[in-house]
């Protein structure tokens, strides 16, 4: 089997994982935003996000050293599956009582600190969790963790929707995640290959000082990029009314999880192909980053079209309409954001699996300096708004920076003229499809992707002979195929 059609395998599985914890997460959120109101609903993804910020700090970069370690069966790897665990533990016990402390000094409610601790145990299970993840995916396993996720989310879904029935309240959607976590790890648990690495765990204190040192620069690309990423809410929390920070948590719902694909295609799929072709063949690891930037670019364009054409109608059938009409504004101003979004994923992995994570630091940092900045004047100007079109921003700049990262033999000409032609059959598509906006979304959304489609194979973003090659990829209809990229 050749290099790509493993790699559209497993993103087929993991998509098709992802999907069923799309749908159970869109339920749960839908429950949270009805029981809540926007208010409590802006209070739950305040404490989210800081569980997100805790849970960066806990992975410290580890996951992706820990993945690329047993990818390319770097020494010492053997024993990287328990000193990453412990060393994770201890990162966690460290900065969890921190977490609390900033929430008590930021005088955050009772209800909402109860939360937030609950989160911070769910996040240790999570983490431990993606620790399994990604020493699995170093060994390019991908069916428990996909198992694992459905499991975790199907758990938190009908966990909570029961308790958010019987008790409308914040905490009880922390308790939910608690629950889901201990159902992941013990979905994990299953792997031999995890049970016979941990059968007799042995820590060497001067190993796991070492892989603490190397995982520094990635730990701290990791945190500049989620403070950038989610500093926004926070902010908003306290410049805005609750209602703003309810109608932006409302629209950031379904934006992150359209971010779901290219973390599964770049981030989880790719990286640990990349970082094993990084050691040979620059042609052949060329030919693998041009292929999913073209992936990522016709799928970010897609997305982002059909957020920006339909974000009232989304905005209606997740939320009540008169309570969240106001989130559309904000979905709309995030949408280019989502484009940016796919292709810095395919970036940046790349970047990572060629060990070049020292060039990423000055940029996240730069720009977890940056957006703050950007935010306190457009938030007290344009309220959930100002925050959106800051988020979109700042994406579109570390879209500029990382393409100047780029070696320039790795970055080919071709994909800018399939993102300038996706751009072209995007706007086609919004043409047409203007006059029919107020359509019912199941009508008109499947038609758009048709169009957008049609529109990208007429400006020839992409040729029917490389969507057949790509079928054949996915469902090969005889023997699997010799040889390396084709």
Known sequence: MSILQSVARNIAMLTASRFVTWIAAFAFTIAQARYLGPGHFGELSVALTFAALLAIVMDFGLGTQLSRMVAQRSPGNEQALAATIAIRAGLWVVAAPA?????????????????????????????????????????????????????????????????????PEIAAVAYAFVAAGLVSLAVLSLSQRVR??????????????????????????????????????VMLQRLAASDNVGWYAAAYRPFGAATLFPSIVAGTVLYPVLSRL????????????????????????????????????????????????????????????????????????????LRLERRLIVMAVTV?????????????LFQERGAAFTTSLTELIVLIWLVRMMPRDLLRLSSVRVGAKAAAAAVLTAVVLAPLRDLPLVMTVPFAILLYAAAALAVRAVTARELAALGAVVLPLSRPARGGVR
């Open 196 to 233: 016979e690495s941990l059968r007799h765990p042995r820590v060497d204190a001067q190993a796991a000082v070492r892989l603490l040192r190397a995982g520094v620069p990635l730990g701290v690309y990791a945190i500049a990029t989620t403070v950038y990423f989610s500093v926004d809410m």
């Open 278 to 353: 990084s050691l040979g063949s620059r042609d052949e690891l060329g030919a693998v980053i041009e292929k999913s930037l073209t992936v990522l670019t016709l799928a970010g364009v897609g997305v982002a079209l059909v957020f920006a054409l339909f974000a009232e109608r989304i905005v209606g059938i997740l939320y009540p309409a008169q309570s969240y009409a106001e989130a559309a504004g904000a979905l709309r101003l995030l949408a280019p954001g989502l484009l940016f979004i796919y292709v810095n994923w395919a970036l940046a992995t790349a970047l990572l699996g």
């Open 368 to 380: 977890a300096l940056l957006n703050p900045l950007m935010n306190l004047v457009a938030i007290p």
């Open 99 to 167: 977490l609390l402390l900033v929430c008590v000094a930021l005088g955050y409610s009772a209800e909402l600190q109860l939360t937030v601790l609950l989160l911070a145990v769910s996040i240790f299970l999570v983490g431990i969790s993606n620790t399994i993840a990604s020493f699995l995916q170093g060994h390019e396993e991908f069916a428990l963790p996909a198992f694992a996720a459905v499991a975790q989310g199907v758990t938190a879904a009908v966990i909570g929707g029961f308790i958010l029935a019987a008790r």
